[in-house]
Nanobody
Framework: QVQLVESGGGLVQAGGSLRLSCAASGTIFSINAMDWYRQAPGNQRELVAYITRGGSTNYADSVKGRFTISRDNAKNTVYLKMNSLKPEDTAVYYC?????????WGQGTQVTVSS
């Protein structure tokens, strides 16, 4: 059984910063890519960023240059540092990992950016 626990969301003014964390626990041998998704009301869930086990990263165009994804393999934890936040970044943010061929989602953390 694998559990993902997210933290770090909240309310911030436009231009501010937040750092999200997602820690995986349970029976884990190896995690390849670790992803962050987000879903705003009325919108589909979208991929924000991912990072491979070796540290290669990829970002959605809407967050390039503002968000940074990183991970600590020893702690099975992925982070998302979000700078220069905009009201359109408001959403529930989810982490997602695949372990042993099974996908797992975090419970989601709300990020609200006020104008």
């Amino acid at each position: 059984q694998v559990q993902l626990v997210e933290s770090g969301g909240g309310l911030v003014q436009a231009g501010g910063s937040l750092r999200l964390s997602c820690a995986a626990s349970g029976t884990i041998f190896s995690i390849n890519a670790m992803d962050w998704y987000r879903q705003a009301p009325g919108n589909q869930r979208e991929l924000v960023a991912y990072i491979t086990r070796g540290g290669s990263t990829n970002y959605a165009d809407s967050v390039k240059g503002r968000f940074t994804i990183s991970r600590d393999n020893a702690k099975n934890t992925v982070y998302l540092k979000m700078n220069s936040l905009k009201p359109e970044d408001t959403a529930v943010y989810y982490c997602y990992v695949v372990i042993g061929g099974t996908g797992y989602w975090g419970q989601g953390t709300q990020v609200t950016v006020s104008s």
